[in-house]
Nanobody
Framework: QVQLVESGGGSVQAGESLKLSCTISGNVGSWYCLAWFRQTPGKEREGLATINSWRTTTYADSVMGRFTISVDNAKNNLYLEMNNLKDEDTAMYYC????????????????????WGQGTHLVVSS
């Protein structure tokens, strides 16, 4: 069984950078999708970035060019590097996984993922 634990959130100033980590325990398999989401109170969970077994990535328009998703070779850690942070990036950030999924297409909707972390909170202030 796969378990995910996020870390790295905190409080930063607008314009600064921060890197979130998601520790992956268990085996996601040789084929998988991994993703980062965020959510603010009263809003739906927003898909930010995905990465598949081939290391192909996708990004939401809101973070394109500022955020980078990556996974280490051992598949033990998923990362989200965030640059030029803005006030509107303030949210709870979640990592998600779809283990044992043989396809190059990773979807950005939350219903696609069956494993979630508990979240890490980011506050960006100007």
């Amino acid at each position: 069984q796969v378990q995910l634990v996020e870390s790295g959130g905190g409080s930063v100033q607008a314009g600064e950078s921060l890197k979130l980590s998601c520790t992956i325990s268990g085996n996601v398999g040789s084929w998988y999708c991994l993703a980062w989401f965020r959510q603010t109170p009263g809003k739906e969970r927003e898909g930010l970035a995905t990465i598949n077994s081939w290391r192909t990535t996708t990004y939401a328009d809101s973070v394109m060019g500022r955020f980078t998703i990556s996974v280490d070779n051992a598949k033990n850690n998923l990362y989200l590097e965030m640059n030029n942070l803005k006030d509107e990036d303030t949210a709870m950030y979640y990592c998600a996984a779809r283990p044992n999924y043989y396809s190059r297409t990773c979807f950005s909707g939350e219903e696609f993922y069956d494993t979630w972390g508990q979240g890490t909170h980011l506050v960006v202030s100007s």
